[in-house]
T-cell receptor
Framework: SQQGEEDPQALSIQEGENATMNCSYK?????LQWYRQNSGRGLVHLIL?????REKHSGRLRVTLDTSKKSSSLLITASRAADTASYFC???????????FGAGTTVTVRA | NAGVTQTPKFQVLKTGQSMTLQCAQD?????MSWYRQDPGMGLRLIHY???????DQGEVPNGYNVSRSTTEDFPLRLLSAAPSQTSVYFC???????????????FGSGTRLTVV
């Protein structure tokens, strides 16, 4: 069964606005990762946050992790048309190679 | 580096036919895995391998076989295709332990399979 669930399922914003999506998971994790998938393409790794970290930044991306609530959020600031894609969270448990993915959030950035 | 290469990109099979989806990586990654992606369901793990000669089942292994004779290649075999196996298949690879945590997984561009 899937470990993560993203919310919302779909998001439409204006270029320049911020986009926020959330991920909830069920069991204890070692790390949580976010991936982007452009239409018809493979997934691209964006950022990884470890279970002992609370916030991480990479360029226009900001990820938070709250292990007490078993949730994470991904914020994309100053969105661009090129950010239009599906975004997936994936969790890894301690000592386990396997990643469990959520169903994803589809983000559309309008020009 | 080419990264993770999947072939073919598209395939149509008739029910009952067999075929092999190819996956190759040139990054010397120990870990390789196969996922299928269906609308609204995210990615589900089919099989994975932590090194040459070592494979294990994921979440949805039925109807699929794998082998790992080399570090570079991890083919996925459909034994007798069924319409329920219509999906997009992704191969992913990564380093072990610390490097994997820093760099995440590298995905191929996918194989879109239709079984009629």
């Amino acid at each position: 069964s899937q470990q993560g669930e993203e919310d919302p399922q779909a998001l439409s914003i204006q270029e320049g606005e911020n986009a926020t999506m959330n991920c909830s998971y069920k069991t204890s994790i070692n790390n949580l990762q976010w991936y982007r998938q452009n239409s018809g393409r493979g997934l691209v790794h964006l950022i990884l946050i470890r279970s002992n970290e609370r916030e991480k930044h990479s360029g226009r991306l900001r990820v938070t992790l709250d292990t007490s609530k078993k949730s994470s959020s991904l914020l994309i600031t100053a969105s661009r048309a090129a950010d239009t894609a599906s975004y997936f969270c994936a969790t890894a448990r301690r000592g386990d190679y396997k990643l469990s993915f959520g169903a994803g959030t589809t983000v559309t950035v309008r020009a | 580096n080419a990264g993770v290469t999947q072939t073919p990109k598209f395939q149509v099979l008739k029910t009952g036919q067999s075929m092999t989806l190819q996956c190759a990586q040139d990054m010397n990654h120990e870990y390789m895995s196969w996922y299928r992606q269906d609308p609204g369901m995210g990615l589900r793990l089919i099989h994975y391998s932590v090194g040459a000669g070592i494979t294990d089942q994921g979440e949805v292994p039925n109807g699929y076989n794998v082998s790992r004779s080399t570090t570079e290649d991890f083919p996925l075999r459909l034994l007798s295709a069924a319409p329920s196996q219509t999906s997009v298949y992704f191969c992913a690879s990564s380093y072990s332990s610390g490097d994997r945590e820093r760099n995440g997984y590298t995905f191929g561009s996918g194989t879109r399979l239709t079984v009629v």
